[in-house]
């Protein structure tokens, strides 16, 4: 709830009128990229994938640089066994802080279980 308060006081992207405050630019796109990943890692732990995704997308559209956006945009998208789609946002987070351990791990088991038929439950007894 906190960071979606935080959120609403910033300026919408397809504000186009002149009715605009001067206080808009106010804030970073890295801060905004910062509360909507955040806001991502919340949703995550809440188990609403798809609201993670929104949000992770946007930060990153908002801020490219910033790795943690790519990284829980891989992570919505491997929650929503979108394993294929994950590995390029994973990869960009990897480019940008290639030490991460997590983001390492991240891809390894994107790869396994896109390798594995990309999360498809089978049921061996059919």
Sequence with gaps: AHYSLALADFPHDDDDDD????DDDRFSPNERAVLLSNR?????????PEKALDDAALAADVDPSYPKAHFRKGLALHALQRYKEALPALGKAHDIEPKNAQITDAIRFAEMRLHRGAGNLRNPYH
């Design 40 to 48: 991502a890692a919340a949703f995550l732990k809440l188990g609403q």
């Design 19 to 22: 009715t605009k405050n001067d």
